[in-house]
């Protein structure tokens, strides 16, 4: 089981994350949120656990950029094979042993807003009919790309509400400015 997640993929609860709104859309918008909840944190801010076991800020980011290269493999097999077989990954394994505590955060960000971009650039390009297309994943069964984009759509919305969770948890006051101080004329 995962830090940074409960569990395994819960379709259920990524696609009350998402709603009715627009996965691409949403995916599109998530590198920018991310670069705003970031924004006024420290490198230690952002390394800090909210909790024995779970996943800091950086760890969260790391994850999603290791995760979109994983998804581009997937949209990019199930676009142009036969129902392909997608293997799954253990997340934890990748956040602990792909060095995501020896970069900065802003270079792990910086790497998930280019993998989104050159994704959401072949799905901009795709067929119609190519997001019908499935693969079977190795746990989960057979996923179309439509779901698959649905799902992450979903899954960035959980882990934009976890930074921000963490951020506010953690640090109320980082990035805020403070009123300017009044002194008191003596007369």
Not at 47 to 70: S, T
Not at 79 to 89: Q, T
Request: aromatic share 6%; hydrophobic share 40%; with cysteine.
């Amino acid at each position: 089981m995962a830090r940074g997640a409960p569990g395994p993929v819960v379709p259920s609860r990524y696609a009350a994350a998402l709603g009715d709104d627009d996965p691409v859309v949403v995916m599109a918008e998530t590198p920018d949120l991310i670069r705003k909840l970031l924004r006024g944190l420290s490198e230690k801010q952002l390394r800090a656990r909210p909790a024995p076991g779970k996943w800091c800020i950086q760890e969260i980011v790391a994850h999603l950029a290791d995760g979109e290269v994983i998804l581009g493999s997937r949209y990019r097999f199930i676009a142009a094979h036969d129902r392909p077989v997608l293997m799954g990954y253990d997340q934890d394994a990748f956040v602990e042993r792909l060095g995501s505590l020896s970069a900065k955060a802003v270079d792990l960000l910086d790497d998930f807003a280019m993998a989104r971009a050159v994704n959401l650039g072949l799905l901009d390009r795709l067929p119609a009919e190519a997001w019908d297309r499935v693969g079977l994943h190795a746990e989960r069964g057979e996923e179309s790309i439509r779901y698959t984009v649905a799902t992450y759509a979903g899954h960035d919305r959980i882990h934009l509400s976890q930074i921000e969770t963490i951020r506010t948890g953690l640090f109320p006051k980082a990035g805020k400015k403070r009123p300017a101080r009044r002194t008191a004329r003596r007369r």
